[in-house]
């Protein structure tokens, strides 16, 4: 869960790093066709950026080269650390998930910059933004 947040919101505000891990965590609670696990929710095709084929397999294969050498990835890389302890306060309970997203089991988010033709289509299928936190959108049904 940590890598997920590093990979979608490394360079993001602590907020947006939260509300990233709130999402996968309302998918687990609220989503059962994502999956039942955490690992399940992220794996799953099309959820999550860093692993389509749009964010480039360069990007894809460095999140491989981080698992398979993940403790020294993990002492190099401040920002992966810092989205590990938050996925690991989220899921302990010592970082509450942002009230706004869990109370609408908010799923969706993106970065409308780079998905403009995304955004359109979820607001005109009838989802509406929950809020902004820095370059990413959030959505719900």
């Known amino acids: 869960m940590g890598l997920c947040i590093e990979r979608e919101a490394r360079g993001e505000p602590y907020e947006g790093q939260v509300a990233v891990g709130t999402v996968i965590l309302e998918r687990v609670d609220h989503r059962d066709w ?12 099309w959820q999550f950026s860093w692993t389509m084929p749009e964010a480039g397999a360069d990007y894809y294969n460095e999140a491989i080269m981080i698992v398979r050498s993940w403790p020294a990835e ?20 010592s970082i509450p998930r942002d009230q706004e997203l869990a109370a609408a089991h908010c799923c969706q988010y993106l970065n409308p910059k780079l998905a403009a033709d995304t955004r359109a289509k979820w607001l ?15 959505f719900a049904s």
Do not use: Q, W
């Open 124 to 138: 005109a299928s009838g989802m509406t933004t929950i809020k902004k936190i820095g370059n990413h959108e959030f």
């Open 34 to 45: 994502d999956g039942k696990t955490i690992h399940e929710v992220i794996m799953r095709p």
């Open 74 to 93: 993990y002492r190099r890389r401040n920002a992966l650390r810092d989205c590990c302890a938050i996925a690991k306060g989220l899921l302990l309970g």
